[in-house]
C-alpha cells in the first residue's frame, strides 16, 4: 500500500482522497488525470481572485485620492490626531451601548416568548389576548423606531408623570424593548409554527396537556430552530442602541457628537461606527458558526 | 348518567371489550372517511384492520384516541364513553398508547428523556423510578445501550422500538399501532414486529392498521376488513384470509397476493 502511495503521493492533495484499506487499490490514470486537471483550475482561480482583489484596490484607491475634494475629506473624516481624542470617551459611551444590549437583549426575549405564546393560545377565552399580541405586534413592526424613540424619550417626560423616569436611558431601552419585542415575537411564533404537527399529536397522545405539549416538546424544538435569526435580531438591536443618543443619553454616538459639535471634524464619528462594527463582527460571527452547525446536524438526517 | 354503574359492572366482567365503537362516522372536508363504523375489541386480543389506503384505518385509529373528533356514533373505552363531550380528553389519552407510522419520536430529547417524558409529567411518577423502567423496557427490547443517544443517530427500526417503549411506559390499557412498519425498510421490518409478538404474548390488548398481511395472519384474534368507510367484513385471521365471503376483500386479497405481500 505505502510504496503505491508514494507516486500520486507526490501530487499532495491525493492522499486524503484515497480510500485506505486493505485491498490493494491503485488509482487509474484516470482517476490521476482528471485530479490533475482539478489542481490545474483550482490554481487558476485562486490566482484570478487574488488578481481581481488587486486591482480593484487600486482602483479604488486611485479614484479615492485623486478626488477633487480628498484632502479635504480627509481632514474631516480621518483626522489622527481627532480620533485619538475621540476613542476613549467614545469608549466610555460604548459600555452604556453593552448594558443597554444585555438588559434589553434579555427582556426583548422574555416579552417576545410571551407575545408569541399568546397569539397560538386557544379557545374563545383568549380572544382578547390573542388579539393585542397581533395588534402590538402589527403597530410596533410598522412604526419606525426612531419615531417610536422619540414619541417614548420625548412624550413621556412631557406629560410629567408623578414617579414616571425622565431618564433618557430608561426610556430608550423601553422604545428598544417594545419594537424588537415584536421583530422577535414573530420570530418565535414562525418557531412554534414550523415544528410539525405530528410532534403535537405524538405529545397529546402521551396523555400531555396542551400546555405541556407546548413546553416540553413544541417550544423547545421552535427555540433550537430560531437561533439564527434571533441572534440576527440581536445583532441589529446591538447597533441600534446606538440611536437612544437622540434623548440625549451619553452613549458611544452622543460621545462622538459632542467632540464633533465642539470641534467640526467629523472623524469622531468615523470613530464610533469602526467601534460598532467591530462590536457586532463577533456577534455575527457566531450567528453563523450557529447556523452551519445547525445546518450540518440537519444534514446528518436530524429532523431538527 | 344512569349508565355509569352499569359501565362498572360491565368492565369487570374479563370478557367486556376494552375499546367499542358504534356507528362512528367522520369527514373531512365533507368527504366521509368512516360512514357507519362498528368495532369491539376484547381485552388481551389484537385487532387488525385492513385495507387499502384511504379505507380509513388510520383515521379510525385517530378517532379512538380523541386525536379526532367523530362526527356522529360514540365510542367507550372500558365502559366510559370517551366521546362524551364532558370526558377529560387528556385522561382518556393517558389510557392509550399509539404509535405512529412515522415514530414522532421528539427529536430535541435523548431515547431515556423521549421514554420518561409522560411517565413524569403526566403520571407524576419520580425521576428515577420513570428512568428505571425505562430502561427495564429498553433492555428487553434490547435498546439498552441507546437510552443516552439522540433519535436522528438511531435507524428506522431502533426509533420504532423507542416510539413503542415511550407508549408503554405509562402502561397503557390499550395500545393503537399506525401502521408501524411503513416507513421501515425491510430489513429492520421484523425486529419491531417481534416486540408486537412479545407484546401479545403478555397478553396486551391491541389495535393495528397493517399493511403486512403475513403478520396480520399469524398475530390477530380479529381481522377487520375496512372499504369506503365501514367494516365490511370481520372475523378470525382464518376466516379473512382464508375464506373472506365478500367479493372486494377477495380482490383485495387477490391484489395483495398478486403483489407478493402475502
Redesign the interface.
Known amino acids: 500500500m505505502t510504496v503505491v502511495k508514494q507516486e500520486p503521493g507526490r501530487d499532495g492533495a491525493d492522499d486524503s482522497g484515497m480510500p485506505g484499506g486493505d485491498d490493494d487499490y491503485v488509482p487509474s490514470a484516470r482517476r490521476l488525470d482528471r485530479e490533475r486537471y482539478k489542481r490545474a483550475r483550482s490554481r487558476r482561480a485562486t490566482g484570478i481572485a487574488a488578481l481581481s482583489t488587486l486591482v480593484t484596490a487600486v482602483v479604488l484607491y486611485v479614484v479615492v485620492v485623486n478626488a477633487p475634494g480628498w484632502p479635504r475629506t480627509k481632514e474631516t473624516f480621518f483626522s489622527a490626531e481627532y480620533a485619538r481624542e475621540a476613542l476613549p470617551k467614545v469608549l466610555e459611551g460604548l459600555w452604556l451601548n453593552v448594558r443597554l444590549l444585555l438588559v434589553c437583549g434579555a427582556a426583548v426575549l422574555v416579552l417576545g416568548m410571551l407575545i408569541a405564546v399568546a397569539r397560538t393560545l386557544r379557545g374563545p377565552v383568549f380572544f382578547p389576548v390573542r388579539a393585542l399580541a397581533a395588534a402590538y405586534t402589527d403597530f410596533f413592526r410598522g412604526l419606525p423606531l426612531i419615531i417610536n424613540l422619540m414619541i417614548v424619550v420625548l412624550g413621556v417626560p412631557a406629560l410629567r408623570l408623578q414617579g414616571v423616569t425622565v431618564d433618557p436611558v430608561l426610556l430608550g431601552g423601553t422604545a428598544l424593548t417594545l419594537t424588537y419585542s415584536a421583530y422577535v415575537a414573530e420570530v418565535f411564533r414562525a418557531g412554534i409554527e414550523s415544528v410539525h404537527p405530528?410532534?403535537r399529536?405524538?405529545?397529546?397522545?402521551?396523555?400531555?396537556?396542551n400546555r405541556?405539549a407546548l413546553r416540553?416538546?413544541v417550544l423547545?424544538?421552535a427555540v433550537?430552530r430560531q437561533v439564527p435569526p434571533l441572534l440576527n435580531d440581536l445583532v441589529s438591536l446591538q447597533k441600534d442602541t446606538g440611536l437612544v443618543s437622540i434623548g440625549g443619553a451619553i452613549d458611544a454616538v452622543r460621545a462622538a457628537d459632542i467632540i464633533v459639535g465642539r470641534s467640526l471634524n467629523y472623524t469622531p464619528y468615523i470613530v464610533a461606527g469602526l467601534v460598532f462594527v467591530a462590536l457586532t463582527i463577533p456577534m455575527t460571527r457566531l450567528t453563523d458558526w450557529v447556523t452551519a452547525r445547525m445546518d450540518r446536524?440537519r444534514a446528518?438526517?436530524?429532523?431538527? | 348518567m344512569s349508565d355509569a354503574p352499569k359501565a362498572a359492572e360491565v368492565s369487570e366482567a374479563s370478557d367486556a371489550p376494552v375499546l367499542r365503537m358504534e356507528s362512528v362516522r367522520k369527514t373531512f372536508g365533507g368527504s366521509p372517511v368512516l360512514r357507519d363504523v362498528d368495532l369491539e375489541v376484547a381485552p388481551h386480543t389484537v385487532t387488525a384492520l385492513i385495507g387499502a389506503s384511504g379505507s380509513g384505518k388510520s383515521t379510525l385509529l385517530r378517532c379512538a384516541n380523541l386525536l379526532e373528533e367523530i362526527d356522529d356514533g360514540a365510542i367507550w373505552l372500558d365502559g366510559e364513553e370517551i366521546t362524551d363531550p364532558r370526558v377529560d380528553q387528556d385522561a382518556v389519552r393517558r389510557r392509550i398508547g399509539v404509535v405512529f407510522q412515522s415514530y414522532n419520536l421528539f427529536p430535541h430529547m435523548t431515547v431515556l428523556e423521549n421514554i420518561t417524558l409522560a411517565p413524569r409529567r403526566v403520571h407524576g411518577v419520580g425521576r428515577a423510578e420513570a428512568e428505571e423502567r425505562a430502561r427495564e423496557l429498553l433492555d428487553r427490547l434490547g435498546l439498552g445501550a441507546r437510552a443516552g443517544e439522540y433519535p436522528d443517530r438511531l435507524s428506522g427500526g431502533q426509533q420504532q422500538r423507542v416510539a413503542i417503549v415511550r407508549a408503554l411506559a405509562v402502561r397503557p390499557r390499550l395500545l393503537l399501532l399506525d401502521e408501524i412498519t411503513a416507513a421501515l425498510d425491510p430489513e429492520l421490518v421484523g425486529e419491531v414486529l417481534t416486540v408486537v409478538r412479545d407484546l401479545k404474548d403478555e397478553g396486551m390488548t391491541m389495535v393495528l392498521a397493517t399493511h403486512e398481511m403475513g403478520f396480520a395472519r399469524d398475530v390477530a384474534d380479529q381481522v377487520c376488513f375496512l372499504d369506503g368507510g365501514v367494516v365490511l367484513e370481520r372475523g378470525t385471521a382464518g376466516e379473512i384470509f382464508g375464506d373472506p365471503r365478500q367479493e372486494r376483500t377477495r380482490r383485495f386479497l387477490r391484489r395483495i397476493v398478486e403483489s407478493g405481500r402475502l
Open positions: 405530528s410532534q399529536a405524538a405529545a397529546r397522545s402521551l396523555g400531555l396537556t405541556q416540553h416538546v423547545p424544538q433550537r446536524r446528518q438526517g436530524g429532523t431538527i
